[in-house]
């Protein structure tokens, strides 16, 4: 996991310089779709990786209570991306909200992954359908299944009108880097961590496939026993805005390092650099009472990044935090104690996030401040 880890970083810079490019380059500059490639390649390799982490159980899970048939609605923006004009795409979803708590970025990747092997099987064109109900699954039906345990549960249907598969293949289907593709045609990593996120929430997952009969998956996942949804406030998509704060960023990677300086700079932030934890301890004792926010990489030499943080809190315990790792949060537990009130950026991350979750930490400090 170290040489994934540090393909975060680079991946990271190179989203990174891109974004800046198409932001200053005029779409009329011949040179402006060779960028956009570039983006998007970049983009492909980020995801990748994610599949990668979230595999490995190394990416961030966040779960809360979500109505699985409105994460579905959402993500028919990217599956509209992903399925071809020769496929009809229907949707049959139950009539009533089917709350979990769950992660809704993952679930939303297990339905693209889904949908993606979906569309390879129908080279000709076809038919992908997604269907949610609401189901009691009784003893005997866990036990058929070699599933863990009976109660209440929310489907989904996810079924195509492609070449099907073979029993042979079938039972091989969630095997990580399986794939009965041409090489550079796929990874096989699409259904394993589809399954590896299923199992992370107590789900279960089942395929029936015939030769010439199309394939159908049945997800099961666990329904939350909460009468209501705790709903965040879902705000439009943000646009970054600047500021004048001071900011310590620690990152030991110099060329990350250099791009979110330049980033932070351009929007008007000042930026006190640090290469590691002991410096930015050192650098914020020089300049406690001008620095606003620090910005902190966990992973780095002479001193972690939470270190410096509980050192930088004996010199001003409310200094406005934010941490930034290649892994999740969930990594470090048992290793190395993370406080659970300082957000954590994950890379690969791009300007845009970064602005947006300065400015959060840093509007967030000062309304709690007027309270």
């Not at 600047?242 to 932070?264: F, N, P, Q």
């Not at 910005?295 to 409310?318: H, S, W």
Request: hydrophobic fraction near 40%.
């Amino acid at each position: 996991m170290p040489i994934l880890w540090a393909t975060t970083s680079i991946l990271t810079t190179i989203i990174g310089y891109a974004e800046i490019i198409l932001l200053k380059m005029p779409e009329v500059d011949p040179l402006h779709q060779y960028v956009t490639q570039i983006r998007a390649a970049s983009d492909r390799a980020s995801h990748l990786t994610k599949d990668l982490l979230l595999f490995s159980r190394k990416q961030t899970s966040e779960r809360k209570a979500i109505d699985l048939n409105e994460s579905i609605r959402k993500v028919e923006v990217f599956l509209k991306r992903i399925i071809r004009a020769d496929i009809t795409y229907k949707t049959d979803l139950h009539n009533e909200a089917l709350h979990l708590f769950a992660d809704s970025y993952q679930l939303e990747q297990v339905l693209i992954n889904l949908a993606t092997n979906a569309c390879d099987a129908m080279p000709g064109g076809g038919t992908l359908t997604v269907i949610t109900d609401r189901v009691n699954l009784d003893e005997q039906f866990v036990k058929t299944n070699c599933f863990d345990k009976p109660g209440l549960y929310a489907s989904i249907t996810v079924s195509d009108t492609g070449y099907g598969m073979d029993e042979k293949t079938r039972l091989r289907v969630f095997e990580p880097f399986f794939t009965t593709k041409e090489i550079g045609k796929g990874t096989g990593l699409g259904l394993a961590v589809a399954y590896g996120i299923i199992k992370q929430h107590e789900g279960f997952v089942n395929v029936s496939s015939e030769v010439g009969s199309g394939t159908t998956f049945h997800i099961y996942l666990p329904l939350s026993t909460a009468e209501t949804l705790d709903v965040a406030e879902i705000s439009p998509l943000e646009l970054p805005i600047g500021g004048s704060e001071t900011i310590l960023l620690a990152e030991d990677d110099e060329t990350l390092c250099k791009l979110m300086t330049r980033v932070l700079k351009e929007y008007g932030y000042t930026v006190i650099t640090a290469v590691d934890g002991a410096e930015a301890v050192r650098k914020f004792a020089g300049n406690s009472d001008s620095i606003d926010l620090v910005i902190l990489d966990i992973v780095m030499p002479n001193m972690k990044g939470n270190k410096a943080l509980d050192e930088i809190r004996k010199i001003r315990p409310a200094v406005n935090a934010i941490y930034v790792s290649g892994y999740a949060a969930d990594t470090f537990h048992g290793k190395t104690s993370l406080e659970e009130s300082v957000p954590m950026l994950i890379k690969p991350m791009t300007p845009t996030e970064l602005l947006l979750a300065v400015r959060r930490q840093l509007s967030f400090k000062k309304v709690s401040d007027h309270l």
